[in-house]
C-alpha cells in the first residue's frame, strides 16, 4: 500500500511515483498537488489508478494527475496520458463517460448593478426555456440525417440552423467538430438516447450559472478575454449526455472482447483498451469525436436559448452575450509534440494551450488559451490563460475542483433545504427541481477550488486571469 513516503517531491506542487514502485510500470506517475491537497489522495483509489495508467502499452513521460484528482472509472478523473499514436492504445477510460463533458463562458455588456434587479426574473426564464434534469428532452428531435450531421459537424451544422452566429465556431475548442468523426461508429441505441436531448442540460455536476467578474488578476490578458470587474457572465457546464454515455458503455465492452486479441495484459480490467491503430481504436476514436461534436452542438443550442432568454427578460438594453471560449473535459485527441503524433487522454482535465499556438483563436495568441475552471456551487469560478511551462503535462490543467465526497455521501451528510436557504442568503439565486440533486453537488463534497486553481498558478501551468462569482444558478 502507498504512503506518502514513497513519492518523491519534485517541487512544492510536484510530487512523483518512481518507475522503481511497481515491476509493470512503463514510465513514473507524477501528482500535482500541494502539502494540502497530497493528503486528500489517499482518501480512494486514485493513486493506485494512476499507477495502472503508467503501465498500459505506448505511454510516454509520465502518467499525470491534476490537483482536482479523485477516483473514477478506469483513469482518475483529473487524470492526463499520452500514448504514441503507432505503438499505443486508447482507452474508454481514459476519456470517460460523459465525452466531451466541457463548459463555455459567455460575456454580456451589462455590470452586475444593472443585471441585478432582473436576476430572479432571468433565472426562470432560463429554467422555462433550457430543459434539464436526469433523461430530459428538449423541444428539437433529430431525424437520421439531422443525427448523421450533428454527429459529425458538430457546432457547425447547429449555426447553419440558425441556432447561433458565424463567429460562435472560432471560439470552440477544435472550432466545434473534431476531425475523424464517423456517425456510422455510434450505435443505434445511442443515436435513439440522444435523439432528443440537442439543448438540454442533464443533472449531477451539470449546471448554468449567471456570474459577475468578482476580480481580476491579470488586466492586459482580461482586456482581450473581454472581461472587467463586476462584468455579468454566464457558465453552461454540460456534455454529451445519453448519447456519449451510451457510446462509452458500447466501447468498454468491445475493448473487453479484443484484448486478448492484441495480447494486452491489464493491471484494471477498467483500463480496457486497443492499440489506436486497430480497427476497434479507430472506430471508437470515432465514435468519441462524434459524440464530443454532439457535445460541443449540445452547448452552443443551450447557449441560443440562453441568449433568447436573455433578450425576453432584458430587451435591446441587455446587449448581445458574446462567446468566450469552449472547452472541453473528457476527451482523447491526436496532437503532435516534439514532432511526434501522440494520442493525448485527458479524463476530467480541459486544455490549457500557449500563446502563439494555432490551435487557439488569433484573438488569444498573445494571451494564451482562455482556460475555464468551474468552481464548486456558490462559490466561485476561475478564467485563466494558457502558459508554454504546461508542455510538461501535455499542455492539460484541471477541470473543476474535484470531488472528496461520493454523491451519496453528500446527501447524507448535506440538508437540501438548509443548504439552498445558504445560498440565497448569500444573494445566489437558486433553481433546481429536486433537493436530491441540490445536495449532491453541496460544496462540502467537493475540494477548495480557490486551493486547486493556485496550485495550477504555482506550478507555472496557467495564470489566473480572473474570479467569477455565481448570482444564479440552475441545477438538473
Known amino acids: 500500500m502507498m504512503t506518502k513516503k514513497d513519492l518523491n517531491k519534485i517541487s512544492d506542487f510536484v510530487w512523483e511515483i518512481p518507475k522503481s514502485f511497481r515491476a509493470d510500470m512503463r514510465v513514473p506517475a507524477r501528482i500535482y498537488a500541494d502539502q494540502n491537497l497530497l493528503e486528500k489522495v489517499f482518501d480512494d483509489r486514485s493513486l493506485e489508478q494512476l499507477i495502472n495508467v503508467a503501465t498500459l502499452p505506448g505511454i510516454i513521460n509520465y502518467a499525470l494527475a491534476m490537483p482536482d484528482m479523485h477516483e473514477g472509472y478506469g483513469f482518475p478523473i483529473g487524470g492526463v496520458a499520452g500514448f504514441e499514436a503507432k505503438e499505443g492504445i486508447i482507452s474508454p477510460g481514459g476519456v470517460g463517460y460523459d465525452i466531451n463533458c466541457g463548459v463555455r463562458v459567455l460575456r454580456s455588456d451589462l455590470s452586475f448593478g444593472e443585471i441585478q434587479p432582473h436576476i430572479v ?9 433550457v430543459p434539464s434534469g436526469v433523461g430530459q428532452g428538449g423541444g428539437v428531435k433529430l431525424s437520421e440525417e439531422s443525427m448523421k450531421k450533428v454527429l459529425e459537424e458538430g457546432v457547425r451544422c447547429i449555426i447553419e440552423k440558425g441556432y447561433g452566429q458565424k463567429e460562435d465556431i472560432e471560439y470552440c475548442e477544435e472550432r466545434g467538430m473534431m476531425a475523424g468523426a464517423q456517425a456510422s461508429a455510434v450505435s443505434e441505441k445511442a443515436k435513439s438516447r440522444g435523439r432528443d436531448q440537442l439543448g438540454t442540460l442533464g443533472a449531477g455536476n451539470h449546471f448554468l450559472e449567471v456570474q459577475k467578474v468578482d476580480e481580476i488578476f491579470d488586466d492586459k490578458i482580461a482586456a482581450v478575454f473581454g472581461l472587467k ?11 454529451s449526455r445519453g448519447l456519449g454515455h451510451q457510446v462509452a458503455t458500447d466501447y468498454v465492452s468491445v475493448m473487453h472482447k479484443v ?7 491489464l493491471s484494471d480490467a477498467e483500463l480496457a483498451c486497443a492499440p489506436f491503430e486497430s480497427q476497434e481504436g479507430k472506430q471508437y476514436f470515432s465514435a468519441m469525436a462524434s459524440s464530443a461534436n454532439f457535445a460541443w452542438a449540445n452547448r452552443q443550442m443551450i447557449m441560443h436559448l440562453v441568449r433568447g432568454a436573455w433578450q425576453r427578460i432584458l430587451g435591446q438594453s441587455g446587449g448581445q452575450l458574446k462567446l468566450i471560449y469552449d472547452v472541453a473535459h473528457n476527451v482523447a485527441k491526436l496532437e503532435k509534440y516534439d514532432g511526434q503524433n501522440l494520442v493525448i487522454h485527458r479524463k476530467g482535465a480541459t486544455r490549457a494551450f500557449p500563446p ?3 490551435d487557439i483563436p ?4 498573445l494571451s494564451g488559451q482562455p482556460v475555464l475552471i468551474p468552481g464548486t456551487m456558490g462559490t466561485a469560478s476561475y478564467i485563466l ?6 508542455k510538461e503535462t501535455f499542455f492539460s490543467v484541471c477541470h473543476g475542483a474535484g470531488r472528496v465526497m461520493s454523491r451519496h455521501a453528500a446527501i447524507r451528510a448535506a440538508e437540501s433545504s438548509q443548504l439552498r436557504q445558504k445560498l440565497e442568503s448569500e444573494g445566489i439565486v437558486v433553481r433546481c427541481l429536486s433537493n436530491k440533486g441540490l445536495a449532491e453537488e453541496a460544496p462540502m463534497a467537493y475540494k477548495d477550488i ?10 507555472g501551468l496557467a495564470k489566473k486571469v480572473a474570479r467569477l462569482k455565481p448570482l444564479g444558478v440552475i441545477k438538473g
Open 356 to 358: 502563439a499556438s494555432h
Open 259 to 265: 484484448a486478448s486479441k492484441y495480447k494486452i495484459s
Open 362 to 365: 488569433e484573438k488569444y495568441r
Open 229 to 239: 470587474k463586476d462584468l455579468v457572465t454566464i457558465m453552461i457546464h454540460c456534455g
Open 385 to 390: 490563460a494558457g502558459t508554454q511551462k504546461a
Open 121 to 129: 426574473n432571468l433565472m426562470n426564464q432560463i429554467q422555462r426555456d
Open 450 to 459: 480557490h486551493n486547486v486553481v493556485e496550485v495550477v498558478e504555482q506550478a
